[in-house]
């Protein structure tokens, strides 16, 4: 009875379950899942969704999450990549993930907006968190990859507090701390003083099906087609718009349709408009002006298509509007 309770204790500490030692195990995924969390709720909390902690929660979302879970769930165990291998990987394969989840939005109904990508990115590292976790699981303790914060922390203990009395020595170690500190003073400023956010309009234009595709390029004079405009007001406080557009041929150009809007400060307007060229010709230019405060000056964004008109096709029933009585 001695033997096998010793022998279930032993189990239970260097087993597969979660408690005891086993936790450290899975560290690195928690931080993940809690960094990816946080960023959520810098960007959804309106107080907190112009600070600069969400500007650097952004980049590492971008830029190394995604990669780091993939790679976790690619290679789980210890002995499969060392920790260089795995971090230089994580950032180029988020390079790579990020805008390819992005290319595939583009092509589905929810097109490619701040929404839709954070969800998808989100989505994609929770799966991905998921699989590394079983994955894990599977593997006996000793083979599992774990990441060592313990050893960073010893080494620049070493470096900055060295055991040897050499004044060279402590004259580095002094230069390690100042060095520390000059860093955290810059990040305790960036942190205290208020984000100032970029002012800007994006402007963009969509076709018929919300996507950045299938936008109408060939028409029949006196044709209407239609075609979406986005606008999404960055300035900080309401703005009017007016949109033109014209159509350029050669030195010749004319509007074909105006527009005015007002958008209060962070508000998005997607709208659909129709078109009508109103001269044939092939390559003209139409141009999407989108003016700001009803200024006449140079357009503060602009849109181009380069379209075709053509003639209507002659319907071969005008050949008989006369009709012979009896």
Known sequence: MQNSDSIFNKHSTTGTGF???????????????????????????????????????GL????????????????PGKE??????????SVGLSIILVPFTGYILNYTIWGITLNSILLSVTALLLVCLLVAFVRRQWLPAEKRFMVDFRGPVEQAKKLVLPASKDRSDTIISGLLICSLLLILSVIGYLVVMPYQADRYTEFYLYGPEGKMSNYPTNFT??????????????????????????????????????DHMVLAD?????????????RVGNMQNMRFLLYMEGSPADPYR??????????????????????VTP
């Open 19 to 57: 408690p005891g030692k086993a936790l450290d195990t899975y560290k690195d995924l928690l931080i993940v899942l809690g960094l990816a969390i946080i960023l959520l709720v810098f960007i959804y909390v309106p107080f907190l969704s112009h600070n600069v902690i969400r500007f650097a929660l």
């Open 60 to 75: 590492v979302m971008v830029l190394f999450l995604p990669g780091y879970a993939f790679i976790a769930a690619l290679y």
């Open 80 to 89: 499969d990549l060392g920790n260089l291998e795995r971090a230089v990987l």
């Open 221 to 258: 004079l006196g044709e209407k087609k239609p075609l979406i405009i986005g606008i999404v007001n960055k300035e900080g406080m309401s703005k009017e718009y007016d949109l033109a557009v014209t159509l350029t041929d050669g030195n010749q150009s004319h509007r074909i349709f105006l």
């Open 266 to 278: 962070n508000e998005t307007l997607e709208k659909t408009i129709y078109l009508a060229p109103d």
């Open 302 to 323: 602009e849109c181009n298509l380069w379209v075709n008109v053509t003639e209507p096709a002659v319907n071969a029933s005008v050949s008989n509007e006369t009709t």
